[in-house]
Nanobody
Framework: QVQLVESGGGLVQAGGSLRLSCAAS????????MGWFRQAPGKEREFVAR????????YYTDSVKGRFTISRDNAKNTVYLQMNSLKPDDTAVYYC????????????????WGQGTQVTVSS
């Protein structure tokens, strides 16, 4: 089992940047595929990005490609989401999630979730 704690959210103006972190407990962090999801008010949760266990493979939803970067440091049991050129549409609660090798874009593919961190982008 793994516990996840997100941090780094906040209020930023459009065009600004934020870096989210997700710290994982346990000694098996490197065995999990990690993902970031987000949920805006009144909307369903959506996939944002995922990274393979070793960090050599990443995948993004189209709306964040070229602006967001997912990375991980297995020595620190932490996954990151660097968010640049933020837009008001990026406003949401951001969640990190841990899953198996074949966890991709569906939330149901991930077994463990953090509590989320709020990101608000003002226009």
């Amino acid at each position: 089992q793994v516990q996840l704690v997100e941090s780094g959210g906040g209020l930023v103006q459009a065009g600004g940047s934020l870096r989210l972190s997700c710290a994982a407990s346990g000694r098996t962090f490197s065995s999990y595929t990690m993902g970031w999801f987000r949920q805006a008010p009144g909307k369903e949760r959506e996939f944002v990005a995922r990274i393979s266990r070793s960090g050599d493979s990443t995948y993004y939803t189209d709306s964040v490609k070229g602006r967001f970067t997912i990375s991980r440091d297995n020595a620190k049991n932490t996954v990151y989401l660097q968010m640049n050129s933020l837009k008001p549409d990026d406003t949401a609660v951001y969640y990190c999630a841990a899953g198996g090798t074949y966890s991709y874009t569906r939330g149901s593919q991930y077994a463990y979730w953090g509590q989320g961190t709020q990101v608000t982008v003002s226009s």
